[in-house]
């Protein structure tokens, strides 16, 4: 039974109600060519950049995306966060965790970024990003494990 106070009336108008809807598509390379990566257990640094690193390799600017993972650390889904400079780009924390909530299905990410210089050496903002996304993942219920930081 509806209050008579929240029946709406004639007068009064309500506001419209939004609903996110999420829709994925094959991720396509610049020739428009479907890209396939193989379908392998993403268990350590080693494998995931050899599955990963093609995805950015091209890139003439600092791109950085999540990967998306399921309980067996396969590929579920990749989500480009920012692009950016050539000797950086931004992100935030919080944008780390949304592509894994709105994915179904994943239960860890892997944090991924390019360098387009060609040197992997990772600079000392690498550093403390990576260290805040480790701190970041331990306040939250979801399991986000980083291989690379046992």
Not at 52 to 68: G, H, N, R, T, W
Not at 96 to 106: I, N, S
Request: one cysteine or more; hydrophobic letters at 40%; charged letters at 20%.
């Amino acid at each position: 039974m509806l209050n008579e106070s929240f029946a709406p009336s004639a007068s009064t108008r309500g506001h419209r109600v939004r609903e996110l809807v999420c829709a994925y598509r094959s991720l396509r390379d610049n020739d428009g060519r479907v890209v396939d990566v193989p379908t392998v257990v993403l268990k350590d640094p080693r494998t995931a950049a050899a599955v990963l690193a093609p995805l950015i390799a091209d890139q003439l600017v600092e791109v950085f995306a999540v990967a998306c993972l399921s309980t067996k650390h396969r590929l579920l889904a990749w989500h480009v966060l920012s692009r950016g400079t050539r000797a950086s780009t931004p992100v935030s924390m919080p944008d780390v965790f949304v592509p894994a909530c709105l994915t179904p299905g994943t239960t860890g990410v892997m944090v991924v970024h390019n360098h387009p210089s060609g040197d992997p050496t990772p600079s000392p903002d690498d550093a403390t990003d990576a260290a805040t996304v480790c701190r970041s993942r331990r306040a939250r219920p979801a399991t986000a494990r980083s291989p690379d930081r046992r």
